[in-house]
């Protein structure tokens, strides 16, 4: 039988006291009250989850303080830098399901996609700032833990099922469904969405010279490609669908459970490749499968150990179309031309143990070791490309007809062979073996208005060697209204294998990489006072070794930032309905980098840098902002109960005018991205079994543009004087831009 869980709250009776007393656990590995976990926290919780409409995860992030977002609505649906720190792609930022690791081995990245249900979700813990200590290797900066309910949660034996239709504009349409239940020891829980949409057509988006279809259809610039077509589409054409899915779950009994993470996303390429480059309609996938064994047992009151198995399976493929400009035509417009596919696969072995000790009331001591065994790919298998890229079942010395690869034809040309779906396993050659050790210890004392904690790590991996890397924190409450907290942590972030060995034409391997490092000192004010809560923290990290989009270490960072939270609530004034509640996020991020690039001549410059190793004259240390971070961002949301049962969420996001990444052309010509405001609505109606949503994003239909990711090298050199097409300055778009006016529809039904 059925039954709702008892302890579900109504969705607009939510207190800022709840918020207060929430437990969290992603500060130091175990359960602690938010206001003294020793970290930078921010939390969302279910009911939040309800009020604001969100249906994934990039609705979470853009409404958290701290984050500058990149949207392709691609296979990286969209790239998110924590705290100011620009990346190729979501690589720094470690991304959980109830503390288990969801990003990918071989590229550190993690798809922001649409493949994670929301139905379950108990709430979603941000800790900012390094936390190498804590999680070992990549918790660089910061990590985004996502805690599902679970069935040994329920107040009493049953069962609970959730389940929620999607649909909106670009038809799309979801189902996202949570069950769980308990029977005495016996419990589990299980999280599954089903996701597929056309995405949004260039006529939804504001408009930008690269992203037209004029460019796709060229035949200068394309030739043969034009003849072929893929899911029944022709080249030429702009199509980018999303279809993806996942599943989570959990079979426990007593201390022993069995989990599941799977998810798969299948994506076109967006508006991340400018279309005289690259065919946006493809499928770019990832898959990841992970099966763990946890079993935890407590000798005593005192004594805890929990031992944890992980086998991971997970791949990346797709295919592509790409033209290469021959810059020895006539200004660049004919093309070297390719149809490939792609592909990598690794696996991994993964044991930990770890224990813990409550010596007394006040010392709490955690120790553990680690042990992973991985089997990487090397370099992509791509089969009907280039002569630099690899491909297991390709004659090295067939060169195509212009010795420039098997795979290679000219624009000009009438046909090209093409062979797609032809790759399997990985060959053994492309492997590569790596082994990862690790051990930390932890301890925190607490006394009556102050705790101290400290954690020392240490990780060796076979490739790059040790590291130790320690944290310390202290809290006081000064009174039961404010509460103070100083953060020493550090961090390191392991080179991706896809940087180490995963190279090709067009992208830069480097088997030399150094792994990057972090320090970071953090002050943090906790205010309370009523129906007001202040979260402030103020930081500086400073980095070093870089890793570039191009594969290379490039010297140092500097960023200090402030971010402060706040939430007020108050009685509704208007309505016989629930307390008015609302929050404002406010960041301030400056970020500089020790190295620039010179835009004459097409390299990065500086102390750090490969030119430097060629040319003294290039060798000067520059210290110049970075570009892409938003000095000032507001979140500021607020959610009117109108009666019992129905609410309006009104979110609004502000990001200011910002300078372009430093290797963006634009930045050489001076050019910078305007500020914008968003303005998304959720009308939400709800009874204890049904909800109901309808979200407007982008209410006033705003003209909006993102930051290109990686090189960002297109420019914006569109046409000449003639109004002909000019080709880019390089793969990666400028500028992405955005959809305009758009809308969704949820039904929720709990049983």
Not at 97 to 102: L, P, T
Not at 207 to 218: A, H, I, N, P, T
Not at 327 to 346: G, H, K, L
Not at 650 to 668: A, C, Q, W
Request: proline share 3%.
């Amino acid at each position: 039988m059925l039954q709702a869980q008892s302890t579900e709250k109504e969705i607009f009776s939510l207190t800022l006291d709840d918020l207060l007393e929430l437990s969290v656990t992603s500060g130091s590995d175990r359960a602690e009250k938010l206001r003294h976990t020793p970290a930078s926290i921010q939390v969302l919780t279910k009911e939040q989850i309800k009020q604001r409409g969100y249906t994934h995860l990039t609705e979470v992030i853009a409404d958290l303080s701290g984050f500058d977002l990149s949207t392709s609505y691609g296979s990286d649906y969209t790239t998110f830098f924590q705290r100011g720190y620009r990346t190729p792609s979501t690589q720094r930022t470690l991304v959980m399901i109830n503390g288990i690791i969801n990003n990918q081995l071989w590229s550190h990245d993690f798809p922001a996609n649409q493949q994670i249900p929301l139905t379950g979700i108990e709430r979603i813990e941000v800790l900012s700032g390094p936390a190498g200590a804590v999680y070992g290797p990549n918790a660089f900066l910061g990590v985004v833990n996502i805690i599902t309910q679970k069935g040994k949660n329920l107040d009493e034996d049953g069962h609970d099922l959730k389940m929620q239709a999607q649909m909106a504009a670009y038809d799309s349409k979801g189902l996202d469904f949570t069950i769980l239940g308990k029977q005495q020891s016996l419990s589990y829980w299980l999280s599954a969405k089903a996701y597929e949409s056309d995405g949004p057509g260039l006529e939804d988006m504001s408009r930008w010279g690269f992203v037209d279809e004029k460019y796709l259809s060229d035949e200068r610039f394309w030739g043969p490609v034009l003849n072929y077509s893929y899911n029944g589409v022709p080249y030429g054409k702009y199509v980018s669908k999303n279809q993806e899915h996942g599943v989570f779950g959990e079979i426990s009994y007593d201390g022993l459970t069995a989990g599941i993470n799977h998810w798969m996303t299948h994506n076109g390429y967006g508006v991340q490749f400018s279309f005289d480059r690259g065919q946006p309609n493809a499928t770019w996938s990832r898959k990841t499968s992970l099966y763990y064994l946890e079993h935890e047992h407590t000798f005593s009151l005192d004594i805890k150990i929990k031992s944890f198995y992980r086998y991971r399976i997970e791949q990346r493929y797709g295919n592509w179309a790409e033209a290469s400009p021959d810059a020895q035509s006539e200004q660049s417009r004919y093309s070297f031309v390719t149809i490939s596919d792609w592909n990598s696969a690794s696996t991994s072995n993964k044991f930990r143990q770890d224990y813990e000790y409550q010596y007394s009331d006040s010392l709490h001591l955690a120790a553990g070791i680690k042990y992973e065994r991985k089997e990487l790919t090397k370099a992509y298998e791509i089969c009907g490309y280039w002569a630099s890229a690899y491909c297991s079942f390709e004659d090295d010395d067939d060169l195509g007809p212009y010795g420039l690869g098997k795979g290679v034809y000219y624009s000009t040309d009438n046909t090209m062979p093409v062979l797609l779906g032809a790759l399997g396993d990985m060959d053994a050659v492309n492997l590569i073996k790596t082994t990862d050790r690790g051990a930390y210890l932890r301890a925190s004392l607490k006394k009556s208005s102050w705790s101290l904690s400290g954690a020392i790590r240490w990780d060796n991996n076979s490739t790059y060697g040790t590291f130790i890397k320690p944290r310390v924190a202290a809290t006081y409450d000064y009174n039961e209204r404010n509460t103070f907290k100083l953060i020493y942590a550090t961090a390191f972030q392991e080179p991706a294998p896809i940087q180490l060995y995963g190279g090709w034409n067009g992208r830069n391997s480097n088997p030399d990489l150094l792994p990057e490092e972090v320090q970071d000192l953090s002050f943090i004010w906790y205010y309370q006072n009523g129906p007001w809560f202040s979260d402030f923290s103020l930081y500086h990290s400073r980095y070093k070794n870089v890793i570039k989009e191009e594969s290379e270490n490039a010297g140092k960072r500097d960023i200090t930032g402030i971010e402060w939270r706040v939430k007020y609530e108050l009685d509704n004034p208007w309505f016989d309905a629930p307390q008015i509640s609302s929050y404002l996020n406010y960041s301030y991020t400056y970020v500089t980098s020790y190295i620039n690039y010179d835009h004459q001549l097409n390299v990065w410059v500086g102390k750090d840098t490969q030119a430097c190793q060629t040319d003294n004259t290039l060798c000067e240390e520059h210290q110049v902002q970075l570009g892409d971070i938003a000095p000032h961002k507001i979140n500021l949301g607020i959610n009117l109960p109108v009666t019992q049962r129905f609410s309006i969420n009104t979110r609004f996001n502000y990001i200011s005018s910002k300078e372009f990444y430093l290797s963006n052309p634009l930045r050489d010509a001076g050019v910078k991205l305007a500020d914008s405001l968003t303005t998304n609505m959720a009308l939400v109606w709800n009874t204890k079994s049904w909800s109901v949503h309808f979200k407007i994003n982008n209410l006033f239909d705003s003209q909006l543009y993102h930051s290109g990711v990686a090189q960002a090298n297109s420019g914006s050199t569109f046409t000449d004087e003639n109004a002909d097409l000019l080709r880019t300055g390089g793969f990666y778009n400028s500028i992405l831009p955005q959809v305009g006016r758009n809308w969704e529809l949820a039904i929720t039904a709990s049983f």
